[in-house]
T-cell receptor, first 114, second 115 residues
């Protein structure tokens, strides 16, 4: 199993551009999450999904959108990039119901908005 | 709402010395507690977790953590640190809210190991 994979690893965007961060997991996990990590701030939850077709907002959803059409994929969309969205983005997944709480993380996408 | 405090931003220890990283949490019910490690440029790797039962939990890489309900703490320990342990360590508390379980992370402790 590859686990949780994310693409791209690094991206530079200009203000106002849009992009999609890709996340795929091959563990057949129902639950998937998107976090952002800023220096000295820990990880903040952006969006999460409890299954295909079901998504919900986390702590910091503004400026982002998600969709979940399959169990494996959970892309994160930035529509109008802003400098405040410069961050490292992590995707994670977890299995329900036996061990829903343990989340497994991808390697991250580093995004720079200039 | 739950919260996690890691009071030490940065810790330096000598290789071979013992290590303790502090974590305090706030949560109304029995928490699910986690320690993750992040090496530079990498994602987060699960070190260990506590759900219930024995309050001393063993993890990977020789780490252990002890859950102390009376102190709302879940400190991470290792008896002898190796240079490869240099990384950032995150404590997290998990809670079921609505349809999903969400993790709340502390701000992390950066560990430096001197040779």
């Amino acid at each position: 199993n590859a686990g949780v994979t994310q693409t791209p690893k690094f991206r530079i965007l200009k203000i106002g551009q849009s992009m999609t961060l890709q996340c795929t997991q091959d563990m057949n996990h129902n639950y998937m999450y998107w976090y952002r990590q800023d220096p000295g701030m820990g990880l903040k939850l952006i969006y999460y999904s409890v299954g295909a077709g079901i998504t919900d907002k986390g702590e910091v959803p503004n400026g982002y959108n998600v969709s979940r059409s399959t169990t494996e994929d959970f892309p994160l969309r930035l529509e109008l990039a802003a400098p405040s969205q410069t961050s490292v983005y992590f995707c994670a997944s977890s299995y329900s119901p036996q061990d829903q709480e343990t989340q497994y993380f991808g390697p991250g996408t580093r995004l720079l908005v200039l | 709402a739950q919260s996690v405090t890691q009071p030490d931003i940065h810790i330096t220890v000598s290789e071979g010395a013992s290590l303790e990283l502090r974590c305090n949490y706030s949560y109304g019910a029995t928490p699910y507690l986690f320690w993750y490690v992040q090496s530079p440029g990498q994602g987060l790797q699960l070190l260990l977790k506590y759900f219930s039962g024995d309050t001393l939990v063993q993890g990977i890489k020789g780490f252990e953590a002890e859950f102390k309900r009376s102190q709302s703490s879940f400190n991470l320990r290792k008896p002898s640190v190796h240079w490869s342990d240099a990384a950032e360590y995150f404590c997290a508390v998990g809670a079921r809210t609505g349809t999903a379980s969400k993790l709340t992370f502390g701000t992390g402790t950066r560990l430096q190991v001197t040779l």
